[in-house]
C-alpha cells in the first residue's frame, strides 16, 4: 500500500527569473517606443536637461514655493487668463477663416509698407480709393465684422435691429 503524503514539496520557483522573462517580453513588445525613449533621453542629455529636470525633482517643493509665489501675482495671474481667453478664442475661429484673414492683413501690410504712409489724402482722393474693388472689399470685410462683434455685443433679449443703419 501506498504512503501518505504527509508533506508536499514545492518547487522552489526563481522569482527573478520569471521577473526578467516579463520585463524581455514587454522590451521585445515595446521595442519601438523603448528606442523613440532613448533617444529622447540622449536628446535631453545633450541639451542640459536631464540635470535640470533631475534637480527640480530632487528640489521639488522649493521649486514649487517660488512657482506659486510667481504665479500668484496680480500680473500674472491676469497675463494667464488672458491666455487661457486666447486660446479658448482661436479654438471656436475655424483655421481657414484665420488664414484667410491673416493672408489678408499680411498683403495689406506690404502695400502699406511700399506706399506714402505720410501722403495726405483729401476728399476726393479719399472717394476716388473707394471706387477700388480691394478697398470695397476690405471695407465691406470691416463692416461684417463690425456687425458680427456688435451682434455679440448685443445684451441678452436686446433687439439686433433697435436703430436700424445701413444694411451691411
Known amino acids: 500500500m501506498a504512503q501518505p503524503i504527509r508533506e508536499i514539496v514545492r518547487e522552489p520557483r526563481d522569482e527573478r527569473r520569471e521577473a526578467q522573462a516579463r520585463v524581455e517580453e514587454a522590451m521585445i513588445q515595446s521595442a519601438d517606443g523603448i528606442v523613440d525613449g532613448l533617444r529622447l533621453l540622449q536628446a ?5 536637461l536631464i540635470p535640470i ?7 521639488g517643493d522649493d521649486v514649487l514655493r517660488v512657482v506659486v509665489h510667481a504665479i500668484s501675482r496680480k500680473g500674472v495671474t491676469d497675463g494667464l487668463k488672458n491666455l487661457i481667453g486666447i486660446v479658448q478664442f482661436l479654438s471656436v475661429v475655424r483655421p481657414e477663416d484665420m488664414e484667410r484673414v491673416f493672408h489678408a492683413v499680411a498683403r495689406g501690410l506690404e502695400r502699406a509698407a511700399e506706399g506714402e504712409a505720410n501722403a495726405r489724402m483729401g476728399v476726393y482722393d479719399v472717394l476716388r480709393a473707394l471706387r477700388d474693388p480691394d478697398v470695397g472689399r476690405s471695407l465691406a470685410m470691416l463692416f461684417a465684422f463690425l456687425k458680427g462683434m456688435g451682434s455679440g455685443l ?15
Do not use: I, N, Y
Open 154 to 168: 448685443a445684451e441678452p433679449g436686446e433687439s439686433a435691429h433697435k436703430d436700424r443703419g445701413p444694411e451691411v
Open 44 to 48: 535631453c542629455e545633450e541639451k542640459g
Open 53 to 59: 529636470v533631475r534637480a527640480l525633482v530632487e528640489q
